[in-house]
Nanobody
Framework: QVQLVESGGGLVQAGGSLRLSCAAS????????MGWFRQAPGKEREFVAV????????KYADSVKGRSTISRENAKETIYLQMNSLNVEDTGVYYC?????????????????WGQGTQVTVSS
């Protein structure tokens, strides 16, 4: 099991940028793919990005592709999500998640451990 704590959320104007961080702790971290999900008010949780345990493989939702970058710093057991050109549709609670297995599997049920989330609000 891995404990996950997100940070870096906040209020930002449309067109701005944010970098979210997720601090992980636990023996399983090195075996985990890591992902970011988000949930907007009244909507279901959706996949944003995933990175393999090695960091060599990444995958993004179409809605953030080209303006977001997921990365991991394994020595620090920390995962990042850099988001640029933010728009109001990016508003939501962002969750960090970790799990074993194929990083091409991005459904929420393929991640075992979840953080509490960090709020991102984009104003127009």
């Amino acid at each position: 099991q891995v404990q996950l704590v997100e940070s870096g959320g906040g209020l930002v104007q449309a067109g701005g940028s944010l970098r979210l961080s997720c601090a992980a702790s636990g023996l399983a971290y090195s075996r985990y793919k890591m992902g970011w999900f988000r949930q907007a008010p009244g909507k279901e949780r959706e996949f944003v990005a995933v990175i393999s345990e090695s960091g060599f493989t990444t995958k993004y939702a179409d809605s953030v592709k080209g303006r977001s970058t997921i990365s991991r710093e394994n020595a620090k057991e920390t995962i990042y999500l850099q988001m640029n050109s933010l728009n109001v549709e990016d508003t939501g609670v962002y969750y960090c998640a970790g799990g074993e297995g194929d990083p091409s599997l991005v459904g929420a049920d393929s991640f075992e451990d979840w953080g509490q989330g960090t709020q991102v609000t984009v104003s127009s």
